[in-house]
């Protein structure tokens, strides 16, 4: 990872606010560097990364489903991903769990709000140099950051106590500027900041070689624009498009429409926004249903692109293993077990009683019709049947039949079906 923070405008990390259709908006309006909204280690470290080929993504993801962090190639070169912490061995494993999928990480050592201090994190890490210096592999401050391994530091502007409500300390900013080489960013300065001229004002009057910007984005994402800021129906309307092409979670949607329309809380759309319970119903507002439909019709086509190439992938690999099947013509009648004993659990009975590894399947899927057919691999030995059948379950007991018969085993089947 090696980002330049000279000159650079930023977008900073914002609770809710800085996931990824945000941050990709931002790029698009001329952010040179966006931050992931903080995620804690702790939470980070109970996903698994899993390479989203619907939607072209790289997904963090929890156990039951969550998506803790999403990127895409897009923001690649230009992402940098916030971390909660307050233990280096944790910070370690959490960034080398992302680094290759984002082109920094930042730990946050300036959130005051309470879910952070209480937890040792965010400006809490102020109070606590030894763990800032594990962390940061030498960080701790105004002189002794110009040493460390370090690209670039962030100052906000305010103190720990301090709000979004209270002054920006610019001449605090200024004296740390001028003790430090490594490139310093301007934080906290949204109040100073109504265009795109203003960005540049600032950054000389805080004497920073970067600014980052929060409310101001939120608020309005078209503020890094050098030909001026877009009309805010525009705005949101390339906001929702892009919430849709990456499934974004409705909620989190409705919380960043919500801050794009501050302004005009009163409207029709801001109060039917309200209301809303789902990515369609945010879609009708701004007359953006055909685009969702066209959307949802193009994933559609895609997830059966992908299954079919998997399908393809099975039939290959059954093809190149045919010769070492035995096969039979059997079908699985369902009606004749009326037991309740199935050929899939007499088998499995089998193997147990005989000290071998339980059966497994591998079962694919003729595209034109839906059937499957599927192979038991038992005792290093592969078993099918030539059938086709209506379903998986259908067909994994179908190839149950035939190692069964092959090895002179009763199937389960009554009696009445034997005779």
Known sequence: MSLCYKGKIIL??????????TRLLALKY????????????????????????????????????????RTCET?????????????????????QLVENDVAGIDVNMGCPKDYSVKGGMGAALLTQPDNVHKIEETIAFSELVEG??????????????????????????????????????????SSMVQTFEDIEKCRQETGCSSVMLARAAQWNTSIFRKEGRLPASQVIAEYIKLAVDF?????????????????DTTSTEARQLLHTSDMREICEIWNLT????MALQRRKVLMETIENEENKKKKRKLSDSTSEITEMKVKYLRRIYTSGVTPKTVLLDWTRRNGIKQPTYETIEREEDRWFKS????????????EWESSKKAAEQGAAIVCLQSLGVHDGRSKAETT
């Open 12 to 21: 900073a990390p914002m609770v809710r606010v800085g996931t990824l259709p």
């Open 75 to 95: 923001e690649k070169q230009n992402v940098v991903f916030q971390m909660g912490t307050a233990d280096p061995e944790r910070a370690l494993k959490a960034a």
């Open 247 to 263: 499934d974004n979670n409705f909620g989190n949607t409705k919380y960043c429409l919500q801050r794009l329309v501050h302004e």
């Open 290 to 293: 055909p685009y969702y439909n």
């Open 148 to 189: 460390t391994g370090i690209a670039a530091l962030a100052v906000h502007g305010r103190e720990k106590h301090e709000r979004s409500q209270d002054p920006v300390h610019t001449d605090v900013i200024r004296e740390v500027a001028k003790v430090v080489s490594i490139p310093l960013i301007a934080n906290g300065v």
């Open 375 to 386: 192979i038991a691999l038992v005792d290093d030995r592969k078993y099918a049947s030539t």
């Open 30 to 69: 001329g952010a040179d560097i966006v931050y992931a909204e903080e995620i804690i280690d702790y939470k980070i470290l109970k996903t698994t990364r899993i390479e989203n080929k619907l939607l072209g993504t790289i997904d963090f993801v929890l156990t039951d489903g969550t998506v803790v962090f």
